[in-house]
């Protein structure tokens, strides 16, 4: 379970965090004065601490620091009763998570809290680099034995205690994040904070925000300074994941961090000095972005002080299996389940499927499967359906892209009535959705989208003739975002437009 220990004289607050944090499974518990929660830490082992700056025995920022020698990997935030607070905004500086106002907002709470929480996970689990088939509590394993990976463990010990930038390479889910977080446990900042950001899910402006901080009245709805993850990173590692989607203005920015440790909050001219080391992923193509413009060469060169390339599963021969034996006897753990092998047919099902979403898509369909099993062996009936070899087409088994791509009709000719897409489109959609249905599975919404993204890809670039700028400008995308989209789907330039099967 969740520990939470909050820090504050009033009562009422605890009672009002404690009501709010239930429903998610996070237990408070609650300290009246500085020096008993300071004293608590020991005995709690809060995965988060929520401290008040007002305290009747010394003040939040003098109990912040002791908190920080007990344990400095320990997020902290702070509570005020002021927006604006210097208290707050010093204990930021000296690397609190963030802070909070009274009267408290519950959704904020929560997001902060879980924010916080997954933040303590990330620097303090450890990813366990060995040939691991049985979990253990306090560890992410990192499994593997081919070639390829035993090349990425070798390439974290020789470059973690140098303290250069680190880019990570290779296909959404197969452990970027991972090897993150292997190379701070490893390096001579794993006392330090390790903080991780995802540069696709915010805009340009929230962004540079969540970077660099920002002043009072920099933009709209900047109601009060606010420290950024450079400045409360201080010391540690930065984790910026996704690092091909940011914004050339945010490119600049984290350039020039590079190049001389310092920068300014958006909307100031105070001049920061900071000193962090970078590790940044992406599954996109840099070079290929340098080329079209999108994305800076001289920071590409900043960035890419080491790489280190994560292979796709589907390349990954026998690992696969140790995968399936360490996440069953994972699941087993968090589900409450005692299952105890797969069987022989399902097993060959997991081999031959193709695994475009990689560890993070064999995890998630082990996890549906066992849900779905009422036995002790995992049967094939429990895969969910995209993994399931479809009937044999020419003498050789489908997969599931390859089903995909039969079920999509050919980009219609110049003679073709438009009126005669929409029938075929309905047709391919309709089939594929109640099949997820009846599966029973999870992301519908997702996988649906990721169909339609298909489908519209190929049709393009066959209507095109496969010329990937007249592609991009009919779909309106640059045509690195397309290259990189079409390399994701897994289709095929060729005299004709396919899905790999």
């Known amino acids: ?88 905004i010093e204990a930021m500086k000296l690397g609190a998570f963030d802070y909070l106002t009274k009267p408290i907002n519950v959704s904020h709470l929560e997001r902060l809290v879980s924010q916080a929480v997954e933040s303590r996970r990330l620097a303090s689990v450890r ?46 889910g197969t452990g970027k994040e991972l090897v993150a977080r292997a190379v701070y446990q490893h ?95 992406t599954n996109r193509d840099l070079e290929a972005m340098c080329e079209e413009g999108e994305f800076r060469t001289d920071l590409f060169y900043r960035l890419n002080g080491y790489t280190i390339v994560l292979p796709p599963l589907r390349d990954r021969g026998d690992d696969r299996v140790m995968l399936l034996q360490h996440f069953l006897a994972q699941l087993n753990q968090e589900l409450g389940r005692d299952i105890e092998g797969i069987a022989p047919d399902a097993m060959q099902q997991l081999l031959d499927y193709d695994w475009p979403g990689n560890v993070r898509e064999l995890q998630s369909v082990v996890k549906q499967a066992m849900l779905h099993c009422s036995g002790p062996v ?44 929409e029938p075929s489109l309905l047709a391919s959609l309709a089939p594929f959705i109640e099949s997820r249905l009846e599966s029973g599975g999870g992301d519908l919404y997702a996988e649906t989208l990721g169909f339609m993204e298909k489908e519209l890809l190929s049709r393009v670039l066959a209507h095109a003739g496969g010329n990937q700028s007249e592609a991009s400008r009919i779909l309106g995308i640059t045509r690195g975002s397309l290259r990189n989209k079409i390399r994701t789907n897994g289709i095929v330039i060729g005299p004709d437009i396919k899905i790999r099967q």
């Open 1 to 88: 379970m969740t520990r939470l220990l909050s820090i504050d004289d009033d009562r009422s607050v605890h009672h009002l965090i404690s009501r709010a944090l239930e429903p998610s499974g996070v237990e408070v518990s609650p300290a009246d004065t500085a020096t008993a929660g300071i004293e608590a830490i020991d005995v709690v082992q809060p995965d988060a601490v929520l401290l008040d700056v007002m305290l009747p025995d010394m003040s939040g920022l003098d109990a912040f620091k002791l908190i920080r020698q007990r344990d400095s990997r320990l997020p902290v935030i702070i509570v005020t009763a002021e927006g604006s607070s210097d208290t707050a």
């Open 127 to 172: 990813v366990g680099m060995d040939h691991l088939t049985e979990p253990a509590d306090s560890s992410d394993a990192f499994v593997g034995r081919c070639p390829a990976m035993q090349d990425v463990f070798k390439a974290i010990g020789r470059v973690a205690q140098q303290d250069i930038p680190v880019l990570i390479r290779g296909e959404s």
């Open 187 to 281: 390096s001579g900042r794993s006392d330090g904070p390790f903080l991780a950001v995802n540069c696709a899910a915010l805009s340009e402006t929230l962004l540079e925000s969540e970077l660099f901080g920002h002043e009072k009245g920099a933009f709209t709805g900047a109601h009060d300074r606010r420290i950024g993850k450079f400045e409360q990173c201080d010391g540690g590692t930065i984790f910026l994941d996704e690092v091909g989607d940011m914004a050339p203005t945010v490119q600049s920015k984290v350039l020039r961090l590079l190049q001389q440790q310092t920068f300014e909050r958006v909307g100031g001219n105070e001049t920061i000095k900071t000193n962090v080391r970078i590790v940044s992923a």
């Open 378 to 421: 995992l049967m094939a009936s429990a895969l969910p359906a995209e993994v399931c070899t479809p009937a044999v087409q020419n003498g050789k088994p489908q997969s599931s892209d390859a089903k995909l791509a039969a079920a999509t009709p050919p980009a219609p000719s110049d003679g073709d009535a438009p009126a005669s897409d």
